[in-house]
């Protein structure tokens, strides 16, 4: 299918903005705001988000959880410490993006990225726009290589990393409270913009 996509920044604290099969992409800063619409979200995720994220504090799934979340989401961005978003499509929220660059082990010039697209909306291109969107607020903000941690068996965002030029890293991760094994993603940011899949 051809797609005509534009790209436009705008005002207002919303980070870019795309036209992906005729429907407004966008970035907004993730704030308390968002608890509701992030918690339908992950109600309708069910049992994937649970085999996925056993180590999730008890009032995950309760408003007032989802509230204090994007609370200390909001105070790591205000640390200067990470860019958190959530993806709006057509005004809706459909999942979050989100850069990181406080971790120790992370070299200068270098963010941590991860992102979800809540499972009624995968498969559209969503999260390919928002990546891609993220690495060029990455760019902004003078990062030069972004990396991504990702389950060895999450073929979904093994596809999509790869797709946007992320190589793997020899050396498996093992993450904090999660026993599944882990790979190294990353890249360069000089060609995010030549790199960008057109459909
Ligand atoms: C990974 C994830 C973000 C992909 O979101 P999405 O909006 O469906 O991705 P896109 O539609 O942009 O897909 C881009 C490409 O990724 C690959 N891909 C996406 N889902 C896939 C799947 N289930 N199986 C195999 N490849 C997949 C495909 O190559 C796809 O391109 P195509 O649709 O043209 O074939 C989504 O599945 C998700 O949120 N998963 C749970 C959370 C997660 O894993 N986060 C990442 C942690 S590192």
Redesign the pocket.
Known sequence: MSVGRMRRRVNGGTHGADLIMNRNLKLEPWRTQHAQPILDLLMAEGD?LVR?EPWRPLDFLTLSGQQRRAAAIEALVADEKGAHFVILVDNDVV?TVGLDWAAADLTPGEAQI??????C???????????CLALDEAVQLGYGRVR????SK????????Q?LGFSREPETIQMENDTRAHLRFSRWLTLVELSRPH?
Do not use: K
């Not at 999450?154 to 990393?161: D, H, P, Q, V």
């Open positions: 994937e996925r999942g991860g992102y979800w697209i809540a499972r909306y995968r498969r559209q291109g969503f999260a390919t726009v928002a990546v991504a941690n990702v389950a999450n073929e979904a965002s093994i596809a999509l990393l797709r459909r």
